[in-house]
């Protein structure tokens, strides 16, 4: 569902945004919204010196040598090997099977969609 207006998770919550994880840590160091993330510090060091986005962001460069480091062909054959196979509550699903899906023209709740009935390929 959509979690983006006010009172839906809590409510007392006035607003709530959409960001990256690394987008969300950013604020929650400088503690505020309203910073322009580009130009505004994020905090101080312990020598009093300000912090900026720029100087905790990581390079493209630092990125791609951690993905090689990191990521593996291997967990990509473990994680999708048996994709189409699904996990058990995927398997549990009862199916009428074949190529396309049998619409129920009875149906309340999922409809053929018209648009592009009578069409050739």
């Given amino acids: 569902g959509n979690r983006n207006f006010e009172g839906r998770i809590n409510p007392d919550t006035q607003a709530n945004y ?3 994880p690394p987008l969300v840590v950013a604020y929650a160091l400088a503690g505020n919204l309203g910073i322009d993330l ?13 912090v900026y986005l720029a100087d905790i962001w990581p390079s493209n460069a630092e ?8 990521v593996t062909a ?13 996990d058990a509550g995927w398997r549990k699903i009862k199916s009428s099977g074949g190529l396309t899906y ?8 999922v409809q053929n969609p018209p648009y592009f009935s009578g069409m050739s390929k």
């Fill in 38 to 50: 580009n130009k505004d510090p994020l905090g101080q060091d312990k020598q009093g010196n300000d």
């Fill in 63 to 70: 990125i791609t040598e951690t993905v090689r480091q990191c």
């Fill in 102 to 109: 049998e619409w129920d023209s009875k149906s309340t709740y």
């Fill in 74 to 86: 291997k967990m990509f054959r473990e994680r999708y090997s048996d994709v189409f196979r699904g």
């Fill in 18 to 20: 959409l960001a990256s």
